[in-house]
């Protein structure tokens, strides 16, 4: 009855969105929403359940894309744009970790835990490999 995989999310700004404001977004709401080259998508391993790591560390894998300005790759490529997914191997971390005995605070940890933070992550893409210290 443990949870061991939770599945995550985390968005940085790019510079799509003013190709295109009314697909990927006018703002930053709408870019969270709407523009997909700043989306993350991540799966984040409770470690500790498997291995003797300290209890607030996870490993995420993650999957996004860039470059994408229409739906299409063929429309995306016509406009002089090379469309590709990348995938991160990355540190995480368990904020229910953190122990409380406040209810409400068990709960802002646990809704607060479904956004990645940045931490050191690995990317791998078609483009090659490249590493950064904090990614978001």
Do not use: C
């Not at 999310?9 to 790019?14: C, N, Y």
């Not at 999957?63 to 406009?79: I, K, L, N, P, S």
């Not at 940890?109 to 893409?125: D, F, H, K, M, Q």
């Not at 078609?126 to 904090?134: A, D, E, H, L, T």
């Amino acid at each position: 009855n443990e949870i061991r995989i939770i599945p995550k999310v985390s968005f940085h700004r790019t510079e799509f969105p003013p190709l295109r404001p009314r697909l990927l977004g006018d703002d930053l709401l709408s870019e969270m929403v709407k523009d997909y080259n700043g989306q993350t998508y991540w799966l984040s391993f409770d470690i500790d359940k498997f291995t003797p790591f300290p209890r607030w560390l996870n490993f995420a894998f993650g999957y996004g894309a860039h470059e994408m300005v229409y739906a299409r790759d063929d429309q995306t490529e016509a406009v002089g744009f090379n469309p590709y997914r990348q995938y991160y191997l990355a540190l995480d971390f368990d904020l229910t970790a953190i122990k409380t005995r406040s209810k409400l605070v068990k709960t802002l940890l646990y809704v607060a835990s479904t956004i990645r933070l940045p931490a050191p992550a690995l990317e791998l893409s078609s483009r090659g490999s490249r590493f950064y210290p904090f990614y978001f």
